[in-house]
């Protein structure tokens, strides 16, 4: 099987995100939301899905795609005997009257690089999952699709009528493609699209050079951060956990969902990577996204929420034929109706450098202080309850470490919290919670194997309690930390330092791929109990897991390498950056803890 069976990178600019493969085919486009109808949907339905390529004539060619340095504007390179051009697609994205335009457009440029190369543009967007093809209509430089809700259009200097009969035509000098969703482009196609690529790569550039990052592969680190800032929908704030659905995480596994909703507790873990690396405006966005999140049953949060904050994800099985034939096809998740309570813990993380980072002030954090009171209380009022998990099982509720583990961590973050409000009943709730924590945190013990299990009351491994020790439960109980680590290396460890979730039976079987953000926690936990140099080794192991633009799915076949799961995968990208860091920081200072 191939290694790498993702062959698409992808470009956004907080309002809608694009996958484009290595074909220069446009095979994921929701419009006007990550979480929308596909416009086009190849990656789901070779048929059904649309298509929107830029080919040369012949069948017969080869293919590199990279990144403008530092950006998220995307190049194709296209050869085919002596001829090569380049198309080079972005999302645009820039600071236009003190606010940042980041409209519903995607353009792509064309131009020749060698010989005389003859194209063919195949622009045919989709509708009603697949089911409607849209057609256009040929207006004096734009065609025009036909769609129930908004205008779209293509607007280019390219020959209409080759693109509408679909010929190929001499590629003699630079072709713009302006695709819109709702308001069309209404100025010179040239000029203005040279201008919007010109200001968008000084954007990126300039949000680049605002980082904040240790030595320690920092390539890699800058991509990812890249493609964390584009899964922000930034009209609210939320954080999906990926742009795509139903790509499963192994084949035939049926474990196919639909990522492109904010998990809190995604959502939590991307947070801190941009805290980490001096990015501030993220947590902002999304403190407005949270202070306006629904609790429709008893003061709960739900584990997700639509972009705009809509509870209510009713989970649809398509009749799309499902990516390499994998079904179902799923839109909208079911998630929503479980007990996941270890995100109230994760929003009181989350919200901390409001209080501890100085750089906040007073104005910034407002009103915040009933939500605090209310998380500490939402604690309490599940610290007996059992829960679904982080992994979601549908099937089989526990009382699960990692909850007790974000409990004791959201009580912590809340006496910190409390201390710079002078709140002492809020010290007090959260003090008495950080020690209820503990002692269901012990309960999970395993005296004979010097571990902590899943859950109270089983013996099952679980890959997540890795953050026991990331999260710094341990203190400086160095070997503590040691003996937990090395039952979960018994137990979950796979070959290259790839790491399994858990292996016990859930709802659709034993799990078949390990999970990245798990491989990329262990290489962190192993940083954290001094085992340096494995932890280099590991990391630099694991960076071979990404397709050709450094970016990473979510789960890996340890047999093939072959990547599985949704993509990119935000998690994946958040272990990468964390992991890095912490090993840059003992780089950095050996003694650090």
């Known amino acids: 099987m191939e290694k790498h069976l993702y062959d698409s990178g992808l470009i956004g600019n907080c309002s809608f995100i694009a996958h484009i493969q290595k074909n ?3 095979s994921w486009l929701c419009m006007p939301r990550f979480d929308s109808d596909f416009l086009f949907g190849g990656m789901l339905d070779k048929e059904k899905g649309g298509e929107f390529t830029i080919l040369p004539e012949s069948a017969e060619f080869e293919s590199s795609q990279s990144y403008l340095e530092n950006t998220n504007i995307l190049q194709t390179i296209i050869q085919s005997g002596k001829e090569r051009y380049k198309v080079t697609d972005f999302a645009p994205r820039f600071k236009n009257y003190d606010r940042y335009y980041r409209p519903l457009m995607l353009i792509r440029k064309i131009e020749p690089i060698s010989g005389s190369p003859k194209i063919r543009i195949k622009c045919l967007p989709v509708s009603e999952r697949g089911s409607k093809k849209l057609k256009g209509t040929q207006g004096s ?3 025009q699709f036909l769609s129930g809700e908004q205008e779209i259009r293509l607007t280019t200097n390219a020959p209409l009528s ?13 072709i713009y493609l302006v695709f819109t969703y709702g308001r069309p482009l209404e100025a010179p196609i040239e000029s203005t699209a040279e201008r919007f690529l010109q200001a968008t790569a000084d954007y990126w550039y300039s949000w680049v050079k605002s980082t904040s990052i240790y030595n320690f592969h920092q390539r890699l680190v800058l991509r990812s951060a890249l493609i964390l800032k584009i899964h922000q929908y930034e009209d609210t704030g939320a954080i999906i956990a990926a742009s795509t659905t139903s790509l499963p995480e192994s084949p035939g596994s049926t474990r196919n969902w639909d990522y492109r909703f904010c998990w809190i507790r995604d959502s939590y873990y991307t947070l801190t990577c941009f805290n980490s690396i001096g990015h501030f405006e993220e947590l902002e966005k999304y403190f407005d996204y949270i202070q306006n999140l629904p609790t429709v049953q008893d003061n709960r949060y739900q584990p997700l929420y639509s972009v705009t904050g809509n509870w209510f994800l009713s989970e649809e099985i398509s009749t799309l034929a499902g990516y390499l034939g994998n079904k179902p096809v799923r839109f909208g998740n079911l998630a929503y109706t479980h007990v996941q309570n270890d995100l109230y813990g994760q929003v009181l993380v ?4 409001l209080y501890s980072d100085h750089r906040f002030t007073a104005k910034e954090r407002s009103y915040s202080e009933p939500m605090i009171m209310n998380l500490l209380n939402k604690i309490e009022q599940t610290m007996e309850e059992k829960d679904a998990g982080l992994w979601e099982f549908r099937n089989l509720a526990q009382e699960h470490c990692y909850t007790f583990l974000f409990h004791w961590a959201g009580a912590s973050a809340a006496i910190k919290i409390a201390a710079r409000l002078n709140n002492e009943e809020m010290h007090q ?6 020690n209820a924590a503990i002692k269901k945190i012990e309960a999970c013990y395993l005296p004979e194997r010097k571990a902590y299990a899943q859950a109270i009351g089983v013996t099952h491994m679980d890959a997540s309690t890795l953050q026991l020790i990331t ?5 400086n109980d160095i070997e503590r930390a040691n003996n937990h680590l090395k039952a979960l290396e018994s137990e979950l460890l796979a070959k290259d330092y790839l790491f399994y979730r858990y292996k016990h039976k859930d709802d659709f079987g034993v799990p078949e791929t390990t999970f990245l953000i798990c491989a990329f926690w262990y290489i962190e936990a192993l940083a954290c109990v001094n085992r340096l140099d494995e932890a280099i080794e590991g990391f630099e192991t694991l960076t071979k897991y990404c397709n050709h633009l450094q970016l990473f799915s979510e789960d890996v076949d340890q047999a093939t390498g072959s990547q599985w799961g949704n993509f990119p995968q935000a998690y994946s990208h958040v272990g990468l950056m964390n992991a890095a860091f912490r090993i840059g920081r003992k780089l950095d200072k050996p003694n650090f803890l």
């Open 24 to 26: 220069t085919n446009i």
């Open 429 to 434: 709730k959260a003090t008495a919670l950080k």
């Open 471 to 475: 999260m710094g439960y341990f203190g």
């Open 350 to 353: 989350s919200l901390l450098p």
């Open 162 to 174: 080759f693109i509408v009969e679909e010929k190929s035509f001499v590629l003699q000098r630079p």
């Open 141 to 143: 430089n734009h065609i």
